[in-house]
């Protein structure tokens, strides 16, 4: 990949070296104890012990989704490879999981564990050409990451890929009853919508996108995310309305009835503490602003 140039502007411009010597056990630890702050998610454990192997670390992110991590520590290491075997093997091994969380968690946060994207990150200090290529072939939730340890302890992380990947469909039991129970999904009301009402939602996917480059989609199951490093918004559709939930202060706008509302204390799906409805052209005009804020804030 090409080389990224860091450049000091103190006492005149001087270019910073970069280096891998950044032991892979020590960039292990590093982004086990930050991994919130680094990739948005919590982490549950390091060296994860499955069949025929050990996840390098594991935990799971703020859409509550199993995210695993693997670090690529020799030339000849295919940490993609790798990955891609222990998600298959955590998605045929979802109890094993669930009782991490719990251990770690406890029951609310097993319980609303979502299996629709979960997620493998791939940390290394390069990638080749054709490993993005083969990873945006596989159409399954893998992101490459490079690191490189600048002089004045700066470390870089750059996302090499987006996956553009569908939402994995659980299986259910052969129950009417439970079948009508079970709440529908995003993409099952986004489909029973007007068309009037599906352009409006898709004005707004393309106005989200459009903000930047580093915004990248995640489809779950009952609601689509936009990030950053962090959900920066996370979008509901229903019959006759779409509900935007922002990651912003309530406090810092002017809330108006039946337009803005303030979620802190009221449960939802997704995240976000500003929640904006969204029913018209109008409406949607006005939350541009409260978009914007929300992707510079991010």
């Known amino acids: 990949m090409a080389e990224i140039k860091l450049f000091s502007l103190r006492e005149g411009v001087k270019e910073c070296s970069s280096s891998e010597v950044i032991l892979e056990k020590e960039l292990q630890t590093l982004i086990e104890?930050?991994?919130?702050?680094?990739?948005?998610?919590?982490?549950l454990k390091s060296e994860y012990v499955v069949t025929n192997g050990r996840m390098d670390s594991i935990g799971i992110d703020e859409n509550n989704s199993p995210v695993i991590f693997e670090y690529k520590r020799s030339q000849n290491e295919n940490v993609i490879n790798q990955g891609l075997f222990y998600l298959d093997w955590l998605l045929d091994h979802?109890?094993?999981?669930?009782?991490?969380?719990?251990?770690k968690l406890g029951m609310?946060?097993?319980?609303?564990?979502?299996?629709?994207?979960?997620c493998v990150i791939c940390v290394a200090h390069d990638f080749t050409k054709y490993d993005i290529h083969a990873v945006n072939q596989m159409q399954r939730n893998i992101k490459l990451v490079s690191y490189r340890k600048y002089d004045n302890d700066l470390l870089l992380l750059e996302h090499l890929n987006t996956p553009t990947v569908k939402p994995i469909v659980e299986n259910t039991i052969n129950d009417s009853d439970v079948k009508n129970s079970a709440p529908k999904s995003h993409i099952e009301k986004l489909a029973a919508v007007?068309?009037?009402?599906?352009?409006?939602?898709?004005?707004?996917c393309d106005f989200i996108e459009s903000l930047g480059d580093d915004i990248v989609s995640n489809q779950?199951?009952?609601?689509?995310?936009?990030?950053?490093?962090?959900n920066m918004v996370c979008i509901e559709i229903y019959n006759?309305?779409?509900?935007l939930f922002l990651k912003l202060n309530p406090e810092t706008v002017n809330l108006e009835k039946g337009f803005t509302r303030d979620m802190r204390s009221i449960g939802h799906y997704g995240t976000g503490d500003l929640q904006i409805t969204v029913k018209n052209t109008a409406d949607f005009e006005k939350a541009k602003p409260l978009l914007e804020k929300a992707y510079n804030e991010a």
Do not use: C, H
């Not at 104890?33 to 982490?43: A, I, K, L, S, Y």
């Not at 979802?94 to 251990?103: G, R, S």
């Not at 007007?194 to 707004?204: E, F, G, M, Q």
């Open 94 to 103: 979802k109890a094993n999981f669930k009782l991490l969380v719990i251990e």
């Open 194 to 204: 007007s068309d009037d009402l599906k352009n409006l939602y898709y004005a707004i």
């Open 33 to 43: 104890q930050n991994m919130e702050t680094f990739f948005g998610v919590r982490f």
């Open 220 to 230: 779950l199951k009952l609601y689509l995310a936009y990030k950053k490093v962090q």
């Open 108 to 118: 609310e946060a097993a319980n609303n564990i979502d299996w629709s994207v979960p």
């Open 240 to 243: 006759k309305q779409i509900i």
